[in-house]
């Protein structure tokens, strides 16, 4: 079964500096999609990110970025330039691809960010 | 365009009430799922509706009932609630199950079991 690991449970930043929230997950599927989903205090889930696994090129997203080392089983997202906005609990999840996809997306168990003023 | 919409926002049972949580999409979705929101354990699905006529258990479906109503509407029922069942409740819709579609939240239904 596949699991994904977010093992930072707080992190904080200044404003317009740079944070990593690191994320790792198993799995023996070699084909797969990553995501980085917001969910700020309004709890509504917002999707920053996604990366597919047969990529080697990082996906990039405005400020928000990814190292993804497939080799590691490696996921981070990478903030540039925090604002205030950023403030919230970003989950890693996990999805399946193939024939045998059902849409079931596999979250780690989140990471809440503080930027500071 | 409302997107996914859910009721209640909050709802407070007593150990073995009954009661069911609506999700509705305007987004003329195919796929829609629902999800728990326990801290420290992130979202876990519970059921899903793969598309319209279909459903499917997820990760955690003990306790739970669903419905697929039509197209736009995906109920989940609890028939006797524990508090173990107390959770933040996500519905959640996508053009289909396919990994290039995005799925799309509701804004949750915090429920308390006492």
């Known amino acids: 079964a596949q699991t994904v690991t977010q093992s930072q449970p707080e992190m904080s930043v200044q404003e317009a500096e740079t944070v990593t929230l690191s994320c790792t997950y198993d799995t023996s599927e070699s084909d797969y999609y990553l995501f980085w989903y917001k969910q700020p205090p309004s709890r509504q889930m917002i999707l920053v990110i996604r990366q597919e696994a047969y990529k080697q090129q990082n996906a990039t997203e405005n400020r928000f970025s990814v190292n993804f080392q497939k080799a590691a089983k490696s996921f981070s997202l990478k903030i540039s330039d925090s604002q205030l906005g950023d403030a919230a609990m970003y989950f890693c999840?996990?999805?399946?691809?193939?024939?045998?996809?059902?849409?079931?997306?596999?979250f780690g168990q989140g990471t809440t960010l503080q930027v500071k003023p | 365009n409302a997107g996914v919409t859910q009721t209640p926002k909050f709802q407070v049972l007593k150990t073995g009430q009954s009661m069911t949580l609506q999700c509705a999409q305007d987004m003329n979705h195919n796929s829609m799922y629902w999800y728990r929101q326990d801290p420290g354990m992130g979202l876990r699905l519970i059921y899903y509706s793969a598309s319209e006529g279909t459903t499917d258990k997820g990760e955690v479906p003990n306790g739970y009932n669903v419905s697929r109503l039509n197209k736009r509407e995906f109920s989940l029922r609890l028939e006797s609630a524990a508090p173990s069942q107390t959770s933040v409740y996500f519905c959640?819709?996508?053009?289909?199950?396919?990994?290039?579609?995005?799925?799309?939240f509701g804004p949750g239904t915090r429920l308390t079991v006492t």
């Open positions: 999840a996990y999805r399946r691809s193939g024939s045998s996809n059902t849409g079931k997306l596999i």
């Open positions: 959640a819709s996508s053009e289909g199950t396919g990994v290039i579609y995005e799925q799309y």
